[in-house]
């Protein structure tokens, strides 16, 4: 079993950059892919980033490429989410998630951290 717990989120102006960190307990981290999702109020849930078990292949969801990276260091148990040229449709609940599959919404869910871009 893992858990995962994220961290920080905050508010920031829009072009600004946040960096999400999701940490995880357990000895089968280095077992599972890694995401990243968000929910907006009153939207469902989407997919963000996602990172494989060596950290060699990446995904990521259009609305982001070019202005996220994912990353992963599996010695120390987590996964950073670096976030640039932030936009208020940025504005989300991010949660991390322990998955079998690369991009995978199925697993392990942490309970999420507020990221609020402000115009």
């Known amino acids: 079993q893992v858990q995962l717990v994220e961290s920080g989120g905050g508010l920031v102006q829009a072009g600004g950059s946040l960096r999400l960190s999701c940490a995880a307990s357990?000895?089968?981290?280095?077992?599972?892919?890694i995401g990243w999702f968000r929910q907006a109020p009153g939207k469902e849930r989407e997919f963000v980033a996602a990172?494989?078990?060596?950290?060699?292949?990446?995904k990521y969801a259009d609305s982001v490429k070019g202005r996220f990276a994912i990353s992963r260091d599996n010695a120390k148990n987590t996964v950073a989410l670096q976030m640039n040229s932030l936009k208020p449709e940025d504005t989300a609940v991010y949660f991390c998630?322990?998955?079998?599959?690369?991009?995978?919404?199925?697993?392990?869910w942490g309970q999420g951290t507020q990221v609020t871009v402000s115009s």
């Open positions: 990172i494989e078990r060596s950290g060699e292949v990446t």
């Open positions: 998630v322990a998955s079998l599959t690369l991009g995978g919404g199925s697993g392990y």
């Open positions: 357990g000895r089968t981290f280095s077992r599972y892919a």
